[in-house]
């Protein structure tokens, strides 16, 4: 099976899990993904990841996080599309929910949440947001 937004695919997989109340979930492994949910586990929002094998190929399988039964991520979306990039310089940098929630962008200096690439002043595309 081919996917064409492996990005995507993650984080569809997270907001299934938590919908689905799972305690956590699996998804194929990547440099990229593994480097999204280390910013994820940053701010607070997934409990962590680990690597294990999914058959031949390996895989993640990411612990998700609940505070008082609800999901600590209630919203999780992807801004950047392979269709449709969207770049931002690092004072452009949108805000989720006037600061409560984060945007993960892929920079020249790695994936960086909002903050830490507005601390950095560096912009890049905007891959996600979550809050």
Do not use: C, W
């Amino acid at each position: 099976m081919s996917i064409n937004d492996p990005l995507g695919d993650l984080l569809t997989r997270i907001r299934n899990g938590q919908r689905a109340k799972k305690d956590s979930v699996v998804s194929p492994a990547s440099k990229l993904r593994a480097r999204v949910l280390d910013v994820l586990q940053r701010e607070g929002y997934i409990r962590g990841y680990s690597e294990e094998k999914l058959g031949e190929h390996p895989g993640l399988r990411i612990e998700l996080k609940y505070f008082e039964g609800q999901p600590a991520i209630q919203h999780v979306a992807r801004v950047s599309k392979p269709g449709r990039r969207v770049y931002s310089g690092s004072q452009e940098l949108p805000r989720v929910r006037n600061g409560l929630g984060m945007t993960i962008v892929s920079t020249p200096r790695g994936v960086l949440s909002d903050a830490e690439a507005r601390d950095q002043n560096v912009g890049g595309e905007v891959l996600a947001e979550v809050f």
